[in-house]
């Protein structure tokens, strides 16, 4: 296992949520935590910044929909 290598593989975010609304049930139990995702992606993405990178203070706290 020593030769194993970490490769990444980028993700379609928008092709798995088309591949998972086809599973029964899916659709009804995303809604329920949509905001929560909403607000992790909002996070991540704003810790992502070249910014935020260098320096936390500057990464923005994620937008809440009222």
């Known amino acids: ?5 970490f490769e990444p593989i980028a ?3 928008a092709e798995f949520i ?3 609304k086809l599973r029964p049930g899916f659709t009804e139990a995303y809604a329920v935590l949509e905001r929560e995702y909403a607000s992790a ?3 991540l993405d ?3 910044t070249p910014d935020a990178a260098q320096d936390p ?3 923005q706290p994620p ?4």
């Open 57 to 59: 203070t500057k990464a």
């Open 46 to 48: 704003a810790r992502c």
């Open 63 to 66: 937008h809440t929909p009222h």
């Open 11 to 13: 993700q379609d975010h």
């Open 41 to 43: 992606r909002q996070t």
């Open 1 to 5: 296992m020593a030769d194993l290598k």
């Open 18 to 20: 088309a591949r998972a």
